[in-house]
């Protein structure tokens, strides 16, 4: 009777251990994910503002640079 008790406590212990150690796991993994998809978007969002700007205009640039410089 004991022996069978302590069968079942440890098979709900190692359930209860494996679901964090599966959540845990796929929660970095998510999240490793989600860090490359923002990089992704990110570089490609800065690739097409290098590409607007080399055909912008002196005047464009200009106006662009105004909060950088110091009157």
């Known amino acids: ?3 069978n ?3 079942r406590l440890a098979a709900i212990a190692g359930a209860i251990i494996t679901i964090f150690t ?5 929660g970095k993994k998510s999240q490793k994910t989600k860090q490359l998809e ?3 978007t990110d570089a ?3 690739k097409k503002r290098q ?6 205009d002196i005047s464009a640039v200009k106006r662009r640079m105004q909060k ?3 009157k």
């Open 1 to 3: 009777m004991i022996q």
């Open 5 to 7: 008790l302590l069968t």
């Open 22 to 26: 599966l959540g845990n796991f796929y």
């Open 38 to 40: 923002e990089d992704f």
């Open 44 to 46: 490609t969002e800065s």
């Open 51 to 56: 590409e607007n700007r080399r055909n912008d």
């Open 68 to 70: 950088y410089i110091r």
